[in-house]
């Protein structure tokens, strides 16, 4: 724990990764602006989204990024006393970090995206709303979960920030925002981007992870109160390995990303969070293409890929040297 803590240290407080951080978000914003002057959909949208990232690289950290265009996948679950069926998001963006090709440190966030409907407005499907926001226990109808999991699924949100939603927005935007934050904002079925920034603007967007979860508490108190006193104790607000609630623009959320602020905590050293997003990750960081470079083994090593879904992934590898 403490080398993944030492090694952001090390990139926040570097300019060189800033720079990397802001000529990502330019290329994005070239490519996002082509495909909201040609009208093109959240699919278009999206799989242009995973050609400007895939690839890129700073020292130890590798983006990965691909569209899958599978078949759509669906889950079934109860929305309030009724029975359900939605697909689970379009896109899944990963954080891993890895020693020794293990997985030491893992998050993971579910977005379902959605192209402005009106000007700065998006209409909001309401069942897919509730998925994302409870996460309900559910089971596979079609697709992935149902080839893969023979029991129902539950996916723990202890941060509220597994499910979320990205806003495109003209001429070439994106929010992202998490699904708590759309069900308080929203009015009727619908969000604008003024219900967003009044609220949240006021807010701080990246809160601490709770570092006294984690293995090796000892170690990891000496090295905060040696490196980061500035940001205060015993609140622990490092500006990087947080729960980032919103993103306002493709800057904010590149940067996030690559801080390991985004989604919910998967797993920490050999302690999986949640055993059922554990093995979904596992599936995902395979389609990836990531079992070349990361030991993936779980108890079953077969499976279907049946899925429609863009995969986003930030790859740390601590044993890189620079």
């Known amino acids: 724990m403490n080398r993944l803590l030492e090694t952001f240290s090390d990139y926040y407080n570097r300019l060189y990764f800033r720079n990397f951080q802001n000529a990502l978000a330019r290329e994005v914003y070239e490519i996002l602006g082509t495909s909201f002057s040609n009208s093109d959909g959240e699919v278009k949208m999206v799989t242009d989204l995973c050609k400007a990232i895939d690839g890129e690289t700073f020292g130890a950290l590798k983006l990965h990024a691909t569209k899958i265009h599978g078949s759509r996948s669906f889950v079934e679950f109860y929305n309030q006393y009724k029975p359900t069926t939605k697909e689970l998001a379009d896109m899944a963006i990963l954080s891993v ?10 998050k993971t966030a579910f977005i379902q995206s959605k192209k402005e ?31 893969n999991f023979g029991k129902e699924v539950i996916f723990q949100n202890h941060s509220e920030t597994l499910g979320n939603f990205g806003l495109f927005q003209s001429p070439g935007e994106m929010i992202l925002v998490n699904a708590l934050s759309v069900f308080r904002l929203q009015q009727d079925d619908k969000i604008s ?35 980061f006193p500035k940001y ?28 390991f602020n985004i989604g919910e905590v998967v797993s920490i050293g050999e302690k999986a969070v949640n055993y059922d997003l554990r093995n979904f990750n ?6 990836a293409g990531l079992s070349d470079f990361i030991n993936l083994k779980t108890e079953n090593q077969q499976y279907e890929f049946d899925h429609n879904i863009a995969i986003l992934v930030a790859h740390i590898n601590l044993d890189e040297k620079e």
Not at 97 to 106: F, K, M, P, S
Not at 234 to 244: D, E, K, M, Q, R
């Open 282 to 287: 596992r599936i995902l960081l395979r389609k």
């Open 232 to 259: 205060g104790f015993p609140f622990f607000n490092l500006p990087f390995l947080g729960t980032s609630i919103v993103s306002f623009n493709i800057h904010e959320f590149i940067r996030n990303w690559l801080l």
């Open 117 to 147: 409907d009106t000007e700065n407005s998006w209409k909001i499907d309401q069942d897919q709303l509730y998925l994302l926001h409870n996460f309900p226990t559910f089971k596979g109808e079609k697709g992935i979960f149902r080839k």
């Open 193 to 227: 981007f003024s219900d967003i920034r009044k609220y949240l603007h006021t807010r701080n967007n990246v809160f601490s992870t709770p570092l006294i979860d984690y293995p090796f508490w000892n170690e990891t108190l000496y090295w905060y109160c040696k490196n």
């Open 97 to 106: 970090a890895t020693r020794d090709g293990d997985i030491v440190y893992e």
